[in-house]
DNA sequence: GTTCGTTGCCTTTTT
DNA sequence: GGCAACGAAC
């Protein structure tokens, strides 16, 4: 007799959510939500919610019976990412963990692990981040022999963005060099040239650069349509964030991801496409409705971040451009009796005071810290306001330029791992060699070459021991010892028995040759050694080196796992200091939006630049309207007369014309005297 | 020939 | 604080 036995699910079939959905939204976002089969367009302006729109509609997927496996839910950014999971998952008692969601590039790079041997890489390539590109790219301009001394060739940060904008738009090299730069016209053929070394090089080398994640994934799918199928019907639901910002290569990622269901949702605000620069194309967004001719489109108006004061500056400064979809932001909240502020200051110095002044007036009057933000169009223009923070002990967290992967020290662990899983990572032997006394350069690829003959590189599974090996290698005298001890932290890398694990692979390498280096090198040894400490608490929740190394190249400092900054970990409290493209997505209850004079927001290059001089201000436009729409109640524009320079003296400066945009009765202009100055 | 520290100039935005 | 060019020291 057969005992019947039935496994009891935890997922509930059908709807039979516990969400009130009506009650919870309003009514555009509603529709949206429910929108039933086909796809969708969903433009959804500053502050309406667009991101509870997206969970919830993953939410009454789920709801509905929907396996999460067969979501696909694409970002920009990892913090939008997870902030999105999350919610969905307090949301639904439903398991979420197998929603296909995250980034395009970690998605990409998921995919392409899985079949890295189509476009001849293996599993275990390596990412290459900014600084591994441009060191890739300075080797393939020397492997081509262009003479740099003679011709004015561009740098390899160029050639890089060149590679990278035609990869991203899909429109050919030559047509890149004729439009935007001209002046490089005449060597297009050596430029080529590079371009082919370039990419041969990366496959040598078993690496892939951000662009390749989208690139090469793209192209496994095209080429292969059995795989391609195979996605197409995991992916029954496709939801696309931040969609104005989408390039070439990601709506062509879309596309065929959602080519066999169809059920493609994409939100976005037009006005807020700010990555042109990047090959993003808002078009994409305009165009949606004739690409998808049977998509709804739904519009999300009512914005229930900002008092109406802010709101309608935003309006009208928007306004000024010409392209965009016709909408009206329409206030909830109810009037604040209180204007934005317009500041004039002397010079940044006065304008860092004022800002530092006025930030400790507010948290008297009840806002704390972090919930206010100071924003700018460039790093740097932090500069003065950093030093005046930190003379009056006011604690901030700032998103700098360099990201948490991109510090030396990291990189430096990182290249130790690179090389235990990807043996031909000729980037990451080099960085290692070089660390080593009296090893620059030149001994590095002495030594690579010596690597090359050796078995090491060969095959595809680990050897049994790098130092039998390494001990027979001619190194210079004085790198000696520093060499013995590396072939030894090297052979604990491969483990005991199989591969180690991330967190034991950092404890090996910080204990070896890599301590003496750090001590070498850095002044401030002992914070980056915290830094690296907690690297290895935050690699211990991978088991897998690839994996870990491909969550960290693809994980920015600001948002999430690892962080950097002194004062984060001292005080939970800090302001926010960020560029414009940071915060976007980001809200705080009070923002100062600083450095507001011509040539600096708008941008000095984008003025210049005179063949479609429009489009470039359009979006410097969008810039600085994405600022303006972080602040919930308070808003602080501010500019400084003269900025001191070194080298010219002090340089006038005119306010921006962002600020003629909207009427002068929007704002209250403040005049801010100095007590102890004399004029 | 190679390494490594010093000096002076410049600073868009990022996965 | 980064990067390139220069020059001293090894």
Not at 56 to 64: K, M, P, S
Not at 398 to 406: H, K, N, P, Q
Not at 477 to 491: G, H, I, P, V
Not at 588 to 604: D, Q
Request: aromatic share 10%.
């Amino acid at each position: 007799m057969a005992r019947k036995y039935t496994i009891e699910s935890t997922v509930p079939s059908g709807p039979g959510g516990t969400i009130d959905y009506k009650a919870e939204l309003n009514e555009q976002q509603y529709a949206a939500v429910t929108s039933l089969l086909g796809p969708s367009l969903v433009i959804a302006g500053a502050g309406s919610g667009k991101t509870r729109t997206l969970t919830y509609r993953v939410a009454y997927l789920l709801d509905n019976g929907i396996p999460p496996e067969n979501i696909l839910l694409l970002t920009f950014t990892n913090k939008a990412a997870r902030e999105m999971l999350d919610r969905v998952e307090q949301l639904v008692p439903h398991e979420t963990r197998s929603i296909w969601g995250g980034t395009f590039h970690s998605i990409g790079n998921r995919l392409l692990r899985r079949h890295a041997e189509k476009v001849g890489l293996t599993n275990s390539f390596s990412i290459m981040d900014r600084e591994d590109q441009k060191d890739l790219m300075a080797a393939s301009i020397a492997s081509v022999g262009v003479n740099t001394k003679e011709v004015r060739f561009p740098k390899p940060e160029v050639l890089a963005n060149m590679f990278s904008l035609s990869e991203n738009t899909g429109i050919e090299l030559q047509e890149i060099i004729e439009a935007r730069y001209p002046y490089f016209e005449e060597l297009h053929e050596s430029i080529d040239s590079v371009q082919t070394a370039y990419c041969k090089r990366k496959l040598v080398t078993n690496s892939a650069d951000f662009d390749d994640l989208l690139v090469l994934t793209v192209r496994v799918l095209e080429e292969n349509p059995e795989i391609a199928g195979y996605y197409q019907s995991q992916f029954q639901f496709v939801l696309v964030d931040e969609y104005q910002d989408t390039n070439w290569v990601q709506s062509q990622f879309i596309d065929i991801c959602a080519a066999k269901h169809g059920n493609l949702m994409v939100v976005g605000d037009d006005a807020q496409s700010i990555y042109s620069w990047r090959g993003a194309d808002f078009e994409h967004i305009l165009e949606f409705p004739k690409t998808y001719p049977k998509a709804k489109t739904y519009k999300i108006e009512t914005n229930y971040r900002s008092v109406p004061e802010v709101l309608e500056l935003a309006n009208h400064a928007i306004s000024a451009n010409a392209r965009q979809f016709e909408k009206t932001l329409k206030a909830s909240r109810p009037q604040r009796e209180q204007l934005p502020a317009l500041i004039a200051l002397n010079d940044p110095a006065t304008q860092a005071s004022f800002v530092a002044q006025r930030v400790l007036e507010l948290r008297d009057e009840g806002i704390e810290l972090e919930e206010m933000a100071v924003l700018y169009r460039a790093h740097f223009h932090a500069m003065e306001l950093q030093m005046e923070l930190t003379n009056r002990g006011i604690p901030f967290n700032i998103t700098s330029g360099l990201r948490f992967f991109e510090q030396a020290h990291v990189k430096d662990v990182a290249a130790f791992m690179k090389l235990a899983v990807n043996r031909r990572d000729e980037l990451a032997f080099k960085r290692i060699a070089r660390m080593l006394p009296g090893i620059g350069a030149v001994s590095a690829d002495k030594l690579w070459r010596q690597w090359l003959k050796s078995p090491l590189p060969k095959g595809d599974s680990p050897p049994q021991s790098f130092s039998a090996h390494l001990t027979s290698f001619k190194v210079p005298l004085k790198a000696n010892s520093a060499w013995q001890q590396l072939s030894y932290t090297m052979d604990e890398l491969l483990g005991d028995d199989g591969p180690a694990s991330p967190e034991e692979m950092i404890t090996s390498v910080m204990g070896g040759v890599y301590d003496d280096y750090m001590r070498s090198k850095f002044p401030n040894y002992d914070n980056r050694i915290q830094d690296l400490d907690q690297l290895k608490r935050y690699s211990a929740q991978f088991n897998d080196v690839t994996e870990f190394l491909g969550q960290l190249a693809l994980l920015s400092g600001v948002d999430g796992g690892p962080s950097s900054g002194e004062q984060k970990k001292d005080h939970s409290e800090a302001l926010t200091l960020s560029s414009v493209h940071q915060a976007k997505g980001l809200e705080w209850r009070a923002v100062f939006v600083i450095w507001l004079t011509e040539g600096m927001f708008p941008n000095a290059r984008v003025l210049e630049e005179d063949d479609d001089e429009e489009s470039g201000l359009e979006e410097e436009r969008r810039l600085f309207y994405v600022a303006v729409t972080r602040a919930k109640d308070e808003l602080y524009l501010s500019y400084p007369y003269m900025w001191p320079s070194s080298r010219s003296g002090d340089i006038m400066q005119r306010p921006s014309r962002f600020l003629d945009d909207f009427p002068g009765e929007l704002v209250e202009e403040w005049e801010v005297g100095s007590a102890g100055a004399s004029w």
